[in-house]
C-alpha cells in the first residue's frame, strides 16, 4: 500500500480525505494533522510516499513545509490541494517541490487519480491550473524569442506593426528591399510565426 499524510488545516476537509484514502484500494492513512509544525516531524521521522499538503495552514504555509519536507525527505512526494489558485502560490508551491496542484472542488475520483498519477512518475493538476502553468510558461518562452531578436529586426517588426510596407521600411531605414525581406524571415523563424500578421499579435500580446 502506498502510504499518505495528509496536511489540512480544516477539520472536516481533512476528515473527507482521511475517509476517501481509507476506502481505496491502494493508499493508506499514515498521518493527518493540522498544521505544519505538527506534520513536519512525524513526517521526517517516518516519512510517507505521498504528502497531500493545504497551502493556507495556521504558523508556516504548506509552501514552507513543502520546501522543508523535500529538504529533510527528497524522495517525498508533494501534492498541493488548495482553494488558493493565485500565480503566487501555484508557482512558488511548484518551485519548492510540489509535484502536483489540486483545487478542493475536485471531485473525490480525480484526488485519487492524482495519487495514482503521482505514483506513476506524473504531475497532477486541476485543469484551470494546468492551463496557468502552460500560459506563463508560453508567455516566458515569448519573450525569450522575443529578446533573440536583433536592435534591427526589432526596428522592422515594430514598423511593421505600425503598418510600414516593405517599401517604406526601406526607405525609413536606408535599406535594400531584399535585406528587409530577410529581416523579416529570421524573425518569422525567431517567433516560430508564419507571416507578419502572426508576428505583430506576438509583439502586441505575448500570450498568442
Known amino acids: 500500500m502506498t502510504t499518505v499524510s495528509i496536511i489540512e488545516d480544516d477539520p472536516h476537509f481533512r476528515s473527507a ?12 492513512v499514515m498521518s493527518s494533522c493540522a498544521s505544519a509544525e505538527e506534520a513536519l516531524p512525524l513526517i521526517i521521522k517516518q516519512p510517507p510516499d505521498i504528502a497531500i499538503v493545504d497551502i493556507k495552514l495556521p504558523g508556516k504555509s504548506g509552501v514552507e513545509l513543502i520546501k522543508e519536507l523535500k529538504n529533510a525527505v527528497p524522495d517525498l512526494l508533494c501534492m498541493v490541494c488548495s482553494y488558493y489558485d493565485s500565480d503566487d502560490y501555484v508557482f512558488s508551491a511548484i518551485k519548492n517541490g510540489a509535484c502536483g496542484y489540486l483545487l ?63 517599401k517604406e521600411i526601406s526607405d525609413q531605414l536606408s535599406l535594400s528591399n531584399y535585406t528587409v525581406k530577410s529581416h523579416l524571415k529570421n524573425i518569422y523563424t525567431k517567433l516560430h510565426v508564419r507571416n507578419k500578421v502572426e508576428a505583430i499579435n506576438r509583439l502586441n500580446d505575448p500570450r498568442k
Open 17 to 28: 480525505l482521511e475517509v476517501l484514502i481509507r476506502n481505496s484500494k491502494n493508499f493508506e
Open 104 to 166: 478542493k472542488d475536485a471531485m473525490p475520483s480525480e484526488i485519487i487519480e492524482s495519487l495514482e498519477e503521482l505514483q506513476r512518475g506524473g504531475a497532477p493538476m486541476s485543469r484551470y491550473i494546468a492551463k496557468k502553468v502552460l500560459s506563463t510558461f508560453h508567455e516566458k518562452l515569448v519573450a525569450h524569442h522575443l529578446a533573440e531578436l536583433t536592435s534591427r529586426e526589432n526596428e522592422v517588426l515594430n514598423l511593421v506593426a505600425e503598418g510600414l510596407l516593405v
